[in-house]
Every structure is written in C-alpha cells, then in structure tokens.
C-alpha cells in the first residue's frame, strides 16, 4: 500500500486503487425493485455499500445472517423490524448492530432522496 497525505490527512491506496466517493451513486434503475449492492472491500470482514430506492423485505420473509452485520444509514430514511418485534426508525447517522442470526427485515426506505448504506460483515464483537 502506499500512503498519501493530502490536506485532509492520510489516504491510504493500492496502486490500482481510484479514489471513490460514497455519495457518488451509479445511475439508479427505473425498476424499483433492484436494489444495489456493491461490496467496497473484501478480507477478514465484507463491506458493502447497498442503495436502496423503496425496496423492503418480502413480507413474510427474515434475513438471517451466518454473520454479524454492522451497518449505518449514511443518506436517507429507513425503518428495521427485529424478530422481537422492535421496530427501529433510521435517518442519517444511525448505526445499528445485528449479530449473526438476528432476524430481522427492512420495512421501509426511502426513494426521494434514495437510501445509502455502509454494512460491514464478519465475525465482529461489539
């Protein structure tokens, strides 16, 4: 790797890394049900950026995960249900754990302005 100093500190990248930005969305489909997902960094932990316009969990349907999850809403609203019936409202900056095979489901995101999130996959403690 080689490191970089800027005015805003250190960018660390790989010789064949481009510098993105996670604000800078790709042209979103017309078809609302697609969402995006797009994995950033791949190792010891996944991280994905996932934009979401509209799209929930299936009803009847429970993502349960192999893996702990981190994940936090950088744009957007989005609502969480957990298994335990817990019903989390999002907005920009909320952060939220999910350990491996917590049941849990996406009932709501926003498509105006579209949601933008930053999930982080691995064996994570918190």
């Given at each position: 790797m080689t490191s970089c100093t800027g005015a805003t500190g250190s960018i660390?990248?790989?010789?064949?890394?481009?510098?993105n930005n996670i604000f800078d969305l790709p042209v979103l489909p017309g078809n609302t049900?697609?969402?995006?997902?797009?994995?950033?960094?791949?190792?010891?932990?996944?991280?994905d950026r996932i934009v979401s316009t509209g799209q929930t969990t299936p009803e009847g349907e429970w993502y349960d995960q192999e893996k702990d999850?981190?994940?936090?809403?950088?744009?957007?609203?989005?609502r969480l249900r957990?298994?335990?019936?817990?019903?989390?409202?999002l907005?920009?900056?909320?952060?939220?754990f999910l350990s491996a095979h917590c049941?849990?489901?996406v009932e709501y995101t926003s498509?105006?302005?579209?949601c933008i999130w930053l999930a982080v996959h691995g064996d994570l403690k918190k």
């Open positions: 660390w990248m790989t010789k064949n890394m481009k510098r049900s697609t969402e995006i997902f797009e994995t950033l960094l791949d190792g010891k932990v996944r991280i999850e981190w994940v936090v809403l950088l744009q957007g609203e989005a957990l298994e335990n019936a817990e019903i989390l409202e907005v920009p900056g909320d952060a939220v049941r849990h489901r498509k105006y302005p579209p």
